[in-house]
């Protein structure tokens, strides 16, 4: 198994290329996005019902070694600040690569 | 006011159903209409009435009461941001602001369909061409509001982008369907409407009352939002569109638009976005509150204007067109 980073970001659906931009410019080649997630957090509940996509969140997860990691934060926290969300960083290992 | 007129507007089926998505949230109903299908809904909608309006303007042709309606509709939707925003400004942030003068600067195509829907129950007649007007009064009101914004000397206005700004305003989704539907209806004009008669117009009003009925569960969600927004806010939400739809009845007397023509006109002036300027604003001012700009314009102004403003903007069309022809 190798060690890799997992990176987990919920977003709002509006700003989800500029997060999947920041990956693939971090020389991350894959990614999962689930659409439409729900929660609470320090914006008051995202309830996922409207039409247009403002109160609905997207989930990203990606992994990459230690050494991506860095550019990719970078990339990711002028988003965070901005527009609001979260960004986990955890250690995991990589069965098959 | 003549009460037939309310009446006919509130026993609609389609008025009734979101009265019934209002009460259900009220009632701590599970109801839930599935995530897909409202966008699905909403999509149909515009499709039927871009199509409609096309095979109308077939039948109909351009001549010079259609480029002064559309002139008239992108005027409208240049100027209600611009004082809305300086009225906003006098108690609000200028994101908040610019965001919300945005919003009431567009359009909402649900209103204008539910007025197309009251119109017909009249026998009203309307040009197809007003779907143009629709399509056209959606993008402006955003430039402007963001515009307005970056002039505004706020310091925490970060980078925009332009091109994706300008995509978003004019090729949104709504926005290219319409006026893509619209198209299509022109071209293929009464072949193409008994093609699609079934779907288009056979379905079209149970779709909407179904449509409704989802927008009443949403807006009754959005009624808690409202307590941040706040007694300026919510007088704002509703004294706007009777501003708005008191001047789109001025022009629309004094270009002698037909009535069936001047109560789109009124709606378009009156109405909010809730769909395509949320969108675009999330990703050019994300700054301003969403909770602020989305609730006033999905639970105060929508209902407000289907509710009361349909009946109330009819009968002031009527009393001050039979006026002049009276003196005349």
Redesign the interface.
């Known amino acids: 198994m190798q060690p890799v980073k997992r990176i987990e970001v919920i977003i709002?659906s509006?700003?989800l290329d500029s997060v999947l931009k920041a990956i693939e410019q971090a020389g991350i080649s894959g990614y999962t996005v689930i659409r439409?997630v729900i929660g609470t957090g320090d914006r008051?509940p995202r309830?996922?019902?409207?039409?247009?996509?403002?109160?609905k969140n997207c989930y990203v997860m990606t992994a990459c070694p230690e050494d991506n990691l860095s550019q990719l934060v970078t990339a990711i926290r002028p988003l965070l600040k901005?527009?609001?969300g979260v960004c986990l960083v955890s250690d995991a290992q990589w069965i098959i690569h | 006011m003549d009460i037939s007129l309310i009446l006919s507007n509130l026993l609609n089926p389609p008025i009734l159903f979101f009265f019934l998505g209002l009460l259900a949230v009220l009632l701590h109903s599970d109801l839930e209409i599935p995530q897909p299908l409202p966008k699905f809904l909403s999509l149909y909608l515009l499709l039927a009435i871009g199509f409609k309006g096309g095979v109308e303007l077939n039948q109909s042709g351009i001549d010079r009461s259609v480029l002064v309606t559309i002139g008239l509709a992108m005027l409208m939707a240049s100027v209600v941001p611009l004082y809305s925003f300086f009225i906003l400004r006098l108690k609000l942030a200028a994101s908040d602001a610019a965001a919300i003068a945005a919003t009431y600067g567009s359009i909402s195509a649900v209103t204008f369909i539910t007025a197309t829907a009251f119109l017909q129950d009249l026998n009203i007649p309307y040009s197809g061409y007003m779907v143009a007007a629709m399509a056209l009064m959606e993008s402006p009101a955003i430039i402007i509001g963001v515009l307005l914004y970056r002039l505004s000397g706020n310091s925490n206005r970060g980078e925009l982008s332009w091109s994706e700004l300008l995509r978003d305003a004019f090729f949104n989704g709504s926005v290219l369907l319409l006026l893509g539907s619209l198209l299509v209806g022109v071209l293929t004009g009464e072949a193409g409407k008994k093609e699609l008669q079934p779907f288009t117009h056979g379905l079209f009003k149970g779709l909407l009352a179904f449509f409704l009925l989802d927008m009443g569960l949403v807006a009754a969600r959005r009624l808690r939002d409202l307590r941040k927004a706040g007694v300026f806010l919510v007088s704002f939400a509703i004294l706007m569109p009777l501003l708005n739809a008191a001047l789109g009845m001025g022009l629309a007397y004094l270009v002698d638009m037909p009535r069936g023509d001047a109560l789109l006109f009124i709606v378009l002036c009156a109405s909010a976005s809730y769909i395509a300027v949320p969108a675009a604003v999330r990703l050019a001012i994300p700054e301003a509150n969403p909770s602020l700009y989305v609730p006033m314009a999905l639970a105060i102004t929508f209902p407000f204007n289907i509710i009361v403003g349909l009946p109330l903007y009819l009968y002031g069309i009527d009393t001050l067109w039979r006026l002049s022809h009276a003196t005349s």
Not at chain 1, 47 to 55: I, P, R
């Open positions: 709002d509006p700003h439409d008051g309830s996922g019902d409207e039409l247009t996509d403002v109160f901005r527009f609001g």
